[in-house]
């Protein structure tokens, strides 16, 4: 029987320890440390699927030795095949906004893992993660087994944030739900942005499936906060909420959602409802109409955590100053250079939406494309709208998991597309804006991976 790598217990790393006549540790030796241990962010999509899930037996023990401190605040729990990211970011704003101390987690990270832990709207800093991970490691040795990559990180913001005072944490699901390392945090709202095909190697190949595993983040006593409208996978997320014993059930389009969802300068102007108040003309600095659903899910999501009304300049003020890399973030001009990390077919789409309306001013749309193996590029650019896109630029994303950007080239071909190849991000991108008109607007997209690579090299 092949052996499980997730499950090794030896041999143990060493802790984090000074560097004999170097000083203590530094971001890249506690960095280094994390990447030996097995990250499934990072192997092949078939291996992932046979190794299944992680599960949380290995959590709970590790937060048993950190002294529980999930248990220190309360959690909103943020999940869906897209969107979430951004639910996560605004929900957080929107608790920051009352008053709350508010820790933040998000995954992927684009440039450094800093990203991923924020606190009020201040990233861990190196010295914070060399201490964290020092710390887990030191535990590792106690405890005689490994952690994952994402149970270690994950493990780390929770302990984080409870050192740091936070009065409420949102939390970004992983992978699917159930068995993702987050799913030990204590949560007072579950949110479901949407359902789509994704990950279809571990969580299932149908909408049902990966519902099914999805909805394992919904906790007794909890307000689930529904944004998938279609009534099949409803009724999954709506039997769990009876199973465990929910508080209620906040459903898209029923009890919250977004009336109004309109173009403006520089992102939208949504009106949005809840239970417990309407707000009209909130102006959010974020492009595609899909921002509306998942401002909505936001909204409702912070207003089922507060239980009280949140005031219009509140809501106003924390959704204004929102800002969401590498989800169509404008970062160049002349010609324009948009980033968005879609790599499905529903994140695709609604790209591909957004360059019809908020981009439609774009004379020609150059693709920078980059993907991890197991998707089709032919199916993304598809989703983009081909009549728009003059020429797609393939590149290698930066991961074990990249395809050869030599088969980008082949599916924009088979759409009839020219296109050609380039080893990095860096190259492909400056290829991209070299055969630009200064009205055209050059897309970089496929993976959150190509995204980073694109905004280090335009920093």
Not at 344 to 362: H, Y
Not at 416 to 424: D, Q, T, Y
Request: net charge negative.
């Amino acid at each position: 029987m092949p052996r499980d790598p997730r499950q090794e217990t030896s041999p143990i790393d060493p802790p984090l320890l000074p560097r004999p006549g170097a000083g203590p540790p530094i971001l890249g030796d506690a960095l280094a440390w994390l990447d030996r241990h097995v990250n499934l962010e990072a192997i092949e999509a078939g291996r992932a699927g046979r190794l299944g899930l992680p599960g949380l037996e290995r959590m709970r023990t590790l937060l048993d030795a950190l002294g529980n401190p999930e248990l220190a605040y309360q959690s909103v729990h943020v999940t869906g095949t897209n969107g979430k990211g951004s639910t996560t970011r605004m929900c957080a704003a929107l608790l920051g906004a009352l008053g709350l101390s508010v820790g933040q987690y998000t995954s992927p990270h684009l440039e450094r893992l800093n990203e991923r832990l924020v606190f009020g709207d201040v990233e861990a800093t190196d010295e914070e993660l060399v201490g964290l991970f020092g710390m887990l490691g030191e535990l590792e040795r106690f405890l005689g087994s490994r952690g994952t990559w994402f149970e270690l990180v994950t493990a780390a913001a929770l302990s984080w944030f409870a050192d740091r005072g936070a009065d409420a944490a949102v939390l970004e699901v992983g992978l699917g739900g159930r068995y993702d390392a987050t799913n030990v945090a204590t949560a007072a709202v579950s949110v479901v942005t949407n359902v789509e095909l994704d990950h279809t190697e571990i969580l299932g190949s149908s909408r049902e499936q990966i519902a099914a595993e999805k909805a394992g983040i919904v906790k007794e006593g909890c307000t689930l906060v529904l944004g998938d409208q279609d009534p099949p996978i409803s009724a999954i997320f709506e039997r769990e909420a009876a199973l465990v014993g929910a508080a209620a059930i906040w459903r898209r389009g029923e009890e919250f959602g977004c009336d109004s969802n309109r173009l403006a300068i520089g992102g939208r102007v949504l009106d949005l409802w809840t239970p417990l108040g309407r707000y009209q003309d909130v102006f959010v600095p974020m492009h595609g109409a899909h921002q509306g659903d998942n401002a909505a899910c936001a909204l409702a999501g912070a207003q089922a955590f507060a239980l009280v009304p949140l005031r219009e300049e509140v809501v106003t003020a924390a959704l204004s100053n929102v800002r969401i890399p590498g989800r169509l973030e404008v970062v160049r001009r002349r010609p324009l250079v948009v980033l968005d990390g879609a790599h499905n077919v529903a994140g695709a789409a609604a790209v591909g939406t957004a360059l019809g309306e908020d981009f439609a001013a774009a004379a020609r749309v150059v693709v920078v494309m980059g993907c991890l193996r197991g998707r089709d590029p032919a199916d993304l650019l598809a989703q983009l709208g081909p009549g728009r896109i003059a020429a797609v630029v393939g590149c290698r994303p930066d991961s074990p998991r990249a395809l050869e950007p030599e088969e980008i080239v082949e599916a924009a071909r088979s759409l009839g597309i020219a296109s050609e190849a380039f080893a990095s991000t860096s190259e492909a991108l400056r290829r991209a804006i070299a055969i630009a008109d200064p009205d055209d607007l050059v897309l970089v997209t496929g993976s959150l991976y190509v995204v980073g690579a694109a905004r280090a090299a335009l920093a």
